[in-house]
């Protein structure tokens, strides 16, 4: 990564668009002149920058959550769901899990406090079907009730090989985005698949013009969409209660 930030920095671009935190962290190393425009996930608990007000430096951009107690919210949706949940499969990088500031961290501390265990299943740094493939694998020595995918961003380029080895398994899964549901899995919540990508552009646009990015607030999103995947429910045989359905912004049947 580091490798990679300094030989998009010596290209000398007018502004540099990022799509995850490890990436906007790697780029803040290498440059503090040229702007960055970044969608990341919690921006001031992993240091991408001090302030969602006064971002400083040379990045701002659009926070994917609207902080980590998502993750809890994530836990709390699986317990309705699975009203016996006492265990929880965790698939994420070892960056993930062990770095301060990052999910891992805010997912431990949630099911903590929903009183259910995590169970980390770990890619280690590299996302490809090979390493889903063998994190899945270690899964079998384990047992857990349901499964949550991380919000790292690399999750996103491999949904369908994430929700079928889910599906071989039969777990009740929770997605970091509708992509992930649209793909067959069974339920996500996360920030409105729209408002993000157009903020974004917005941001973007603004520096293109001439705006300093210390000048503009990383910006945190209002909206969220609860999304849930009847079809795949019916399949694993997943009895989805009344409850949830109706708060859910959308049903693909």
């Given at each position: 990564?580091?490798?990679?930030a300094r030989e998009v920095v010596g290209t000398h671009p ?15 190393e290498a440059t503090t002149v040229i702007p960055i425009v ?216």
């Open positions: 990564m580091e490798e990679m007018d502004v540099i668009v990022l799509f995850s935190n490890v990436h906007a962290l790697a780029f803040k970044a969608s990341t996930a919690d921006p001031v608990a992993t240091g991408v920058v001090p302030s969602l007000a006064r971002p400083g430096g040379n990045i701002t951009g659009v926070a994917t959550n609207a902080g980590f107690q998502m993750h809890e919210k994530w836990i709390e949706l699986l317990k309705e769901l699975v009203p016996k949940l006492s265990s929880i499969f965790f698939l994420a990088s070892e960056h993930n899990w062990e770095a301060t500031g990052f999910s891992g961290v805010a997912v431990r501390e949630g099911a903590k406090r929903v009183g259910v265990s995590l169970i980390p299943i770990l890619l280690g740094s590299t996302f490809n079907e090979a390493a889903y493939e063998r994190a899945f694998k270690s899964m079998e020595q384990d047992r857990a009730d349901a499964l949550i995918v991380s919000d790292e961003t690399e999750h996103w380029a491999h949904p369908k090989a994430v929700v079928r080895l889910v599906a071989e398994r039969r777990l009740p899964a929770m997605y970091p985005g509708r992509v992930f549901v649209e793909s067959g899995g069974l339920m996500s919540y996360a920030t409105d698949h729209v408002s993000v990508p157009l903020r974004l552009a917005a941001v973007i646009a603004d520096v293109l013009k001439g705006k300093k990015p210390q000048d503009i607030p990383f910006s945190q999103p209002t909206k969220f969409e609860l999304v849930i995947n009847l079809k795949t429910a019916k399949s694993q045989g997943i009895d989805v209660p009344h409850t949830l359905l109706a708060r859910a912004d959308e049903v693909i049947e």
